[in-house]
């Protein structure tokens, strides 16, 4: 199960708690954060003027909003009998779910999808390339407030 920290991607985790509650299911929660070199290109000029800051924040290791938002949805999973346990990749969303595919022993990948504006369509942009990467079956739950956005 992917999540981002947002509430749609945590009512995803609610809702696949619900289905796969009577299947013993061995879970996985994962959050991607991005390399800010990699997703912030552009900007790489300033990386050189910061960059003492930001080893310094490297050593911090994973955010606790990072952290929390992994602890919530081990909570949200406990309150259907399934144990959860976290894991945190760095680099592209999308990217990183397909390499956490390829890696691991999965069998289902549950994500949020809440296209914004135009791109409803669409699914969103990281559901929407999981779902053409990926080798295994890709649920993507379409939240209640996501559907409610626009």
């Known amino acids: 199960m992917c999540t981002d920290g947002s509430r749609f991607a945590e009512e995803a985790i609610e809702q696949a708690g619900y289905l796969l509650r009577h299947t013993s299911p061995d879970v996985t929660i994962l959050r991607v954060v991005p390399r800010f070199e990699e ?4 900007y790489n000029e ?3 003027v910061f960059k ?3 080893h310094r924040l490297r050593k911090l290791g994973t955010p606790k909003a990072v952290k929390r938002s992994l602890e919530e949805g081990v909570k949200i999973l406990k309150k259907y009998g399934i144990e959860a346990r ?3 990749r760095r ?3 999308a990217d990183e779910i397909i390499k956490e595919i390829e890696e691991g ?3 289902l990948v549950v994500l949020a999808s809440y296209g914004r ?3 409803k369509f669409m699914l969103g942009s990281v559901s929407r390339e999981v779902v053409h990467r990926s080798d295994i079956p890709v649920l993507v739950m379409k939240t209640k ?3 409610a956005m626009f």
């Not at 997703?39 to 552009?42: G, P, Q, V």
């Open 145 to 147: 407030e996501g559907r």
């Open 86 to 88: 976290t894991k945190v």
């Open 117 to 119: 504006g135009i791109s």
């Open 39 to 42: 997703e912030y290109e552009e």
């Open 105 to 107: 022993d999965y069998n």
């Open 91 to 93: 680099g592209r969303a």
């Open 46 to 48: 300033y990386f050189e």
């Open 52 to 54: 003492d800051d930001i």
